[in-house]
């Protein structure tokens, strides 16, 4: 019988960590508009992802009250464009869509729930990889946020990615700068050639569209903001 995710028990302890050193570059896709001007932006708005700590309802997302932020990472060009697109199946490419190459500016200390970490916190393998509830892996988010458990030093978490297995990070607002190493368009021809590449090894079309045709264009143009 498979078990289910259950609620964090406060304060969480223990655990491992992770340290993403400043040589080491990782991936981050992200749409760039007024929420996400650059590479190396983290969100405000939430929560909306699966280790979003965002203090807002899941039901009403917005910019946090209380200045909480995150960014989403990935070690390959295939691991984050599956960690972004891999859910809905298809990935349409505005002009909008870049990935940058980022790094730390220091070394990064996050809570490690790859393997054994999240049982170590009380939780299960699943918690970064499996079709759970977000509500429920939110709530993890927070309680890691809040509680620290490995770490004081903690400033995130890395996970396996749902998609392809890969390592992820998400990092929140108290994490040391990132430096955007490069930052490109995804319908830049060569790039989106290795994009739609990867993105078939994990059976996800990739088309490119104009932004007239991109929901997250859309949504911008809705706050005002047209990309």
């Known amino acids: 019988m498979v078990k289910h995710l259950k609620p964090p028990v406060r304060p969480l302890k223990g655990g491992n960590t992770w340290a993403w050193d400043p040589n080491e570059r990782w991936v981050r896709i992200y749409h760039r508009d007024d929420l996400l001007p650059s590479g190396d932006t983290q969100r405000a708005f939430g929560p909306r992802d699966r280790f979003d700590h965002h203090t807002p309802p899941p039901t009403a997302p917005a910019i946090d009250p209380d200045g909480r932020k995150v960014l989403y990472a990935a070690k390959t060009l295939r691991t984050s464009g599956g960690e972004v697109f891999g859910d809905v199946g298809e990935a349409t490419i505005c002009p909008h869509y ?83 190493v490069e930052d490109l368009p995804l319908c830049d021809p060569g790039l989106f050639r290795r994009f739609a590449t990867a993105m078939s090894e994990l059976k996800i079309q990739s088309y490119v569209v104009a932004s007239s045709g991109c929901r997250r264009c859309r949504d911008a143009l809705g706050r005002g903001h047209p990309c």
Do not use: F, K
């Not at 916190?121 to 939110?138: C, F, K, M, N």
């Not at 458990?149 to 992820?168: I, K, L, W």
């Open 98 to 180: 870049y990935a940058a190459a980022i790094r730390p500016a220091r070394r990064i200390i996050v809570q490690d729930v790859q393997g054994n970490g999240s049982m170590l916190i009380g939780a299960l393998p699943a918690l970064g990889s499996a079709d759970i509830d977000r509500v429920e892996t939110q709530a993890w988010a927070r309680a890691i946020y809040e509680d620290r458990p490995a770490s004081r030093d903690v400033t995130g978490v890395r996970y396996t990615g749902a998609h392809d297995e890969g390592p992820c990070v998400a990092l929140w607002e108290t994490s040391p700068p990132l430096v955007v």
